[in-house]
């Protein structure tokens, strides 16, 4: 009898373990398929980036960093001689590249304005403030014109693509009066075409070439260092210097009665011959 009931409960506990062990086994199968089926995990982020993916990269504008700048300077110098530094302001400019716009040149005052490449301005206003007896003023601006330049490009386009259509136009039309207001309209935007060239062009040389506008004034020469009249060679030095202004002083008032002594002296040994003359005693009687 026990070795039945034995033989029972051990039959129980095999089945109770062959039902835990399959019921294991579908749970997991069923968390994988739920696993399987569900969102997939989102990707780990890269190493190394410093931003997360919400965050956007803002890229650079071209010609950002490309600016146009339009640079002139003004300088005023003193000199005692105007027309030599306005030669050595002309040849200080050609040298760097540049050229002499608009000059005005006297003895007491000159006026010139020199054209040289942007990139060489410093060094040209540094050899232009050693010239002549003295720098009075110096003046730099800078003005952007990055701007003005795109707005000129950005309206060339439009026009050039506005003439096109025009001439498109132009090559359709068949009567004479729609050839006649074409030709009118074409005449206008071309015109407008080139006034905005004409723009870009007068941009472009500010931002290429430089401007300096110069005045010089004349200042007369400074005297020379007072010599030491000190000692026996400065006593010496007066002395003759002395002597000679005397001698100079003499000179000059014979000179200046040399002309009466000339008509005067005539008269005078005349006056006096008449004078002798009438103080000579008669001759006396002689006794009988």
């Not at 010089?216 to 006593?235: K, Q, T, Y």
């Not at 008269?267 to 005693?281: C, D, E, I």
Request: proline share 6%.
């Amino acid at each position: 009898m026990r070795t039945r009931w034995r033989a029972g409960l051990a039959a129980v506990a095999v089945a109770f373990v062959l039902a835990g062990c399959s019921a294991a086994q579908e749970k997991g199968m069923s968390t994988a398929d739920s696993a399987g089926s569900g969102p997939v995990p989102a990707a780990p982020p890269q190493q190394g980036s410093g931003k997360t993916g919400q965050e956007k990269v803002t890229a650079p504008q071209p010609g950002a960093t490309d600016r146009k700048l339009a640079r002139s300077a003004r300088l005023e110098l003193t000199a005692t001689k105007v027309t030599d530094v306005v030669a050595q302001a002309r040849g200080i400019a050609q040298g760097a590249g540049g050229y002499t716009g608009q000059e005005s040149t006297g003895e007491e005052l000159a006026t010139l304005s020199l054209a040289v490449p942007a990139d060489k301005l410093d060094g040209v206003l540094d050899q232009l403030s050693h010239l002549g007896s003295g720098l009075v003023k110096r003046e730099l601006s800078t003005q952007d014109v990055t701007e003005q330049v795109i707005d000129v490009e950005a309206r060339l386009a439009t026009q050039r693509a506005s003439v096109e259509r025009i001439r498109a136009l132009l090559a359709r039309a068949t009567s004479v009066s729609e050839i006649a207001s074409v030709e009118s309209e074409l005449t206008s935007r071309e015109a407008t075409l080139e006034s905005l060239q004409q723009q870009r062009n007068s941009l472009a040389g500010s931002v290429a070439m430089a401007t300096v506008a110069m005045t010089i004034r004349n200042v007369a020469a400074p005297p020379p260092p007072a010599e030491d009249g000190s000692g026996f060679l400065g006593g010496l030095a007066g002395g003759w210097d002395a002597f000679l202004t005397f001698g100079g002083g003499l000179l000059t008032v014979l000179g200046a009665i040399a002309p009466f002594l000339l008509f005067l002296a005539p008269l005078g040994w005349l006056g006096w011959w008449l004078h002798r003359r009438r103080r000579v005693p008669a001759p006396e009687p002689s006794e009988s």
